[in-house]
């Protein structure tokens, strides 16, 4: 007698009841765009980190299981790994995006000293850095001036963090080369 035991079998896909494949496209779409790291000037590729994906797809009250192919009605594929996409531009402007709000401004506004750090065949190389942050019409902007780096590309965009008076941040170069900030409030 041979016995046959299934685990884990069929690919992952997302369900919420009563939404539709254009719910799951606007909300995918959204998620992708929040949790990536852009590769091209036009926004178009980014890296997406997967985790933060699911976990956004999963705070709009998206479920995800294993199903079978072909999936039942109504359960849509979403990205299943870190890796480059091409993202599908916004529906339009965002009427729901809010201003930032003071408080949070009045946290990032300022200048911010520290290190930019990249990879290197001998470990990691460290370059002093400058982040100058202004509030412009309820947007925040940023400058980043980096010292002794020479001509190499700088990241396109920055994902940021703040813990009190540190902040930290990720960027994916021209170069394909991931680069990390660590400052302090100056």
Same mark, same amino acid.
């Given at each position: 007698?041979?016995?046959?035991?299934?685990?884990?079998?069929?690919?992952?896909?997302?369900?919420?009841?009563?939404?539709?494949?254009?719910?799951?496209?606007?909300?995918?779409?959204?998620?992708?765009?929040?949790?990536?790291?852009?590769?091209?000037?036009?926004?178009?590729?980014?890296?997406?980190?997967?985790?933060?994906?699911?976990?956004?797809?999963?705070?709009?009250?998206?479920?995800?299981?294993?199903?079978?192919?072909?999936?039942?009605?109504?359960?849509?594929?979403?990205?299943?790994?870190?890796?480059?996409?091409?993202?599908?531009?916004?529906?339009?402007?965002?009427?729901?995006?809010?201003?930032?709000?003071?408080?949070?401004?009045?946290?990032?506004?300022?200048?911010?000293?520290?290190?930019?750090?990249?990879?290197?065949?001998? /470990? $990691? @190389?460290?370059? %002093?850095?400058?982040?100058?942050?202004?509030?412009?019409? *309820?947007? !925040?902007?940023? =400058?980043?001036?980096?010292?002794?780096? /020479? $001509? @190499?590309?700088? %990241?396109?965009?920055?994902?940021?963090?703040?813990?009190? *008076?540190? !902040?930290?941040? =990720?960027?994916?170069?021209?170069?394909?080369?991931?680069?990390?900030?660590?400052?302090?409030?100056?």
């Amino acid at each position: 007698m041979v016995g046959l035991l299934l685990v884990g079998c069929g690919k992952h896909y997302w369900n919420k009841v009563g939404a539709g494949p254009a719910d799951f496209t606007k909300d995918s779409n959204e998620c992708a765009r929040e949790n990536s790291v852009q590769m091209s000037s036009d926004k178009e590729y980014a890296i997406v980190v997967a985790d933060l994906y699911r976990a956004c797809l999963k705070r709009r009250g998206w479920g995800r299981a294993q199903q079978f192919d072909p999936p039942p009605p109504d359960w849509f594929r979403g990205i299943e790994d870190d890796g480059p996409v091409r993202l599908e531009p916004p529906a339009g402007p965002r009427s729901d995006l809010p201003a930032v709000p003071s408080e949070l401004a009045a946290d990032l506004v300022g200048t911010w000293a520290g290190q930019l750090m990249r990879p290197s065949t001998t /470990g $990691r @190389r460290s370059y %002093p850095a400058l982040l100058h942050i202004t509030e412009e019409r *309820s947007r !925040l902007r940023g =400058s980043l001036e980096v010292g002794g780096f /020479g $001509r @190499r590309a700088l %990241p396109i965009s920055f994902t940021l963090a703040v813990n009190g *008076s540190a !902040l930290e941040a =990720s960027g994916l170069g021209a170069d394909n080369t991931l680069y990390r900030l660590a400052l302090q409030r100056r």
